[in-house]
């Protein structure tokens, strides 16, 4: 009889060895299961969920756009088209040195203004030129600076090492509520919880002076940002990871970004992040101006404004209204710090009212059905009050006159 007691002929072998054939399968493994994810989401359909990588790490400003990209971006009510310029924003090409008797705008913001979820001639500053051409203003060019998820840090520190280079002759920065947020270190961390984003800030120092903090340096940024730009399995894992997002921390029971329009004598994180605001667009305005250009923060309408009924639009988001809750405090917070920090603001709050009413539109008004970004018609709406305010405060040069046709 055979002895099957005996040994395998594997037992043999040291138990390094073991370890070693053990990974080597698990990483064929993972590499094959990999491969076969990358050709299924280039190769069959994914309905209206399609996209693939345009944005990337940036060691200076924390994130930025891909430079010479086209890319299709799908979600379940939109389609838009990202294509980016050879400077690696979303805008049509540029050059570098300002045409001849050309007057530049510089349009800088966050998400709002980037707007990915549209096509490329439906953003606002494409649409602000065209509105301008039909009013005869033929030497006016506006430039898309902006950049999802920045705050005030970025847009100042993306002025001076990308815009400041083209030599605008004005620089409209559109403020969103999050900004107050997106500029503090600390409220920042705990919107996103348990997710890192790569950042610059300014920290508020004892003695009321600002402490730049660069961007963290990102682990085997290498090899994460060549499989962030080629691999589309690596973009939709990580996209899906973002959307993993337990409420680690809160503002009175409901998401951070609602305090900040708290009523109340505002939490000392709060009180800080205002005042770092401030600072920075002071600092701001003062760039803008050394290089001989106007600045002009535009407030833009968040949907608290817009919906007749913002109690119930609260409600429906976060199912409850907190307390020492009202959107009228963000504007009358922005209205003093500008003031302070000597920047001139406008809203559009009034005209997209205007425009809302005219054109008897229903909710979700100037958004999109499944997201609070604007749609083509938000940035229509939002490029003709920009061009309004412009005319209004005499912040461009006057259109040519058009002469009479002979009688």
Request: aromatic share 12%.
């Amino acid at each position: 009889m055979p002895d099957n007691s005996a040994p395998s002929k594997s037992s043999h072998l040291p138990w390094f060895t073991n370890l070693i054939y053990g990974l080597a399968s698990f990483v064929l493994v993972f590499t094959v299961l990999g491969c076969l994810g990358e050709i299924a989401l280039r190769v069959l359909p994914l309905g209206r969920y399609r996209s693939a990588p345009f944005r990337q790490y940036d060691p200076v400003i924390g994130i930025s756009l891909v430079p010479n990209m086209k890319v299709v971006h799908s979600r379940g009510c939109f389609t838009g088209l990202v294509e980016t310029n050879s400077w690696g924003f979303r805008d049509r090409a540029r050059t570098l040195e300002k045409p001849p008797g050309t007057f530049r705008i510089a349009l800088m913001g966050d998400s709002i203004v980037e707007a990915v979820h549209v096509q490329p001639d439906q953003v606002m500053n494409i649409q602000m030129e065209k509105l301008l051409q039909q009013q005869g203003y033929n030497n006016i060019e506006v430039m898309d600076f902006a950049v999802e998820g920045i705050g005030t840090t970025q847009e100042m520190i993306m002025y001076k090492e990308r815009v400041r280079q083209f030599h605008p002759d004005l620089v409209i920065v559109v403020f969103s509520d999050n900004d107050i947020l997106n500029n503090s270190k600390v409220l920042q961390d705990k919107e996103y919880g348990i997710h890192t984003w790569f950042a610059p800030y300014y920290d508020l120092a004892p003695d009321g002076n600002l402490v730049f903090r660069p961007v963290e340096a990102r682990w085997f940024n290498g090899l994460r940002t060549f499989l962030e730009r080629h691999s589309v399995l690596v973009y939709y894992l990580e996209r899906t990871w973002l959307k993993f997002d337990p409420m680690v921390y809160n503002w009175r029971g409901v998401d951070v970004s609602f305090g900040t329009y708290s009523t109340d004598p505002l939490d000392p994180e709060w009180a800080q992040a205002w005042q770092v605001t401030e600072k920075l667009m002071a600092m701001m305005r003062h760039d803008v101006e050394s290089d001989g250009a106007k600045f002009l923060m535009i407030a833009q309408a968040n949907p608290f404004t817009v919906v007749p009924d913002w109690r119930a639009y609260v409600m429906e988001r976060a199912h409850k209204i907190p307390p020492g809750f009202d959107p009228a405090t963000f504007y009358q917070r922005l209205n003093t710090i500008t003031a302070q920090a000597g920047v001139q603001l406008e809203s559009i709050v009034p005209y997209m009212l205007a425009y809302r009413d005219e054109h008897h539109m229903q909710y979700p008004y100037f958004s999109l059905p499944c997201d609070p970004h604007y749609s083509a018609v938000g940035h229509q709406a939002v490029a003709g009050a920009i061009v309004q305010i412009l005319e209004k405060d005499h912040l461009i040069p006057a259109a040519p006159a058009v002469a009479s046709s002979p009688q």
